[in-house]
């Protein structure tokens, strides 16, 4: 059981360069998310899709952007790093149609930008 | 605002104590209150507390929702050292008719247990 996968695990970009996480979940649930976790800060949702095509930002989504690709599918761009955006980055996903579920995690993405 | 407040930050015990973590929260539109456990990597599920389920157990632990209160407390009991981890606080809060949620985070608190 996969469940919800990331990629990549780590990676260092210097300020200005881009990238884009990727993450997937076989799980067939309608929502995804993305958080950041920054000690002592917990974790802080950047955006969200509540279904297979609708994106909504969250607490924290400046610098950043999203695209739900199909309903496994949910990417996060940085379009120009910035050493605030160093952090450990979930993606998590639920189902909130019929059967409530929780969010189930991926196992996150160490981003440092220097 | 939405905000969920944990307490203590930390807390370090030895194995077999008994531990309380606390958990309140302000927000519009509750639906749910959630624990997870986290460890090196992700955080794993514990609890959902909802209006319809109060109160939950899984063996040593357990969790308590007090909608008046709007707090929840999480308990171990006997605690080991595969106990030592972040404990987060997430309450569940409508976001559309449609009964779509998104989740709101305490900052967590690091349970070290002593052999």
């Known amino acids: 059981n996969a469940g919800v996968t990331q990629t990549p695990k780590f990676q260092v970009l210097k300020t200005g360069q881009s990238m884009t996480l990727q993450c997937a979940q076989d799980m067939n649930h309608n929502s995804m998310y993305w958080y950041r976790q920054d000690p002592g800060m917990g974790l802080r949702l950047i955006y969200y899709?509540?279904?297979?095509?609708?994106?909504d930002k969250g607490e924290v989504p400046n610098g950043y952007n999203v695209s739900r690709l199909n309903k496994r599918e949910f990417s996060l761009r940085l379009e120009s790093a910035a050493p605030s955006q160093t952090s450990v980055y979930f993606c998590a996903s639920s189902s909130n149609t019929g059967r409530r579920s929780p969010l189930h995690f991926g196992n996150g993405t160490r981003l440092t930008v220097t | 605002e939405d905000k969920v407040v944990q307490s203590p930050l930390s807390l370090v015990v030895h194995e077999g104590d008994t531990v309380t973590l606390n958990c309140s929260y302000e927000?519009?539109?509750?639906?749910?209150l959630l624990w997870y456990k986290q460890e090196k990597k992700a955080p794993t599920f514990l609890f959902m507390l909802t209006s319809s389920g109060i109160e939950k157990k899984s063996g040593r632990l357990s969790s308590i929702l007090d909608k008046k209160e709007l707090s929840s407390i999480l308990n171990i009991t006997a605690t080991q050292t595969g106990d030592s981890a972040i404990y987060l606080c997430?309450?569940?809060?409508?976001?559309?008719?449609?009964?779509?949620?998104?989740?709101?985070f305490g900052t967590g608190t690091r349970l070290t247990i002593i052999p």
């Open positions: 997430a309450v569940g809060i409508f976001i559309s008719n449609f009964g779509n949620e998104k989740l709101t």
């Open positions: 927000v519009t539109n509750f639906r749910s």
């Open positions: 899709s509540a279904s297979e095509g609708t994106t």
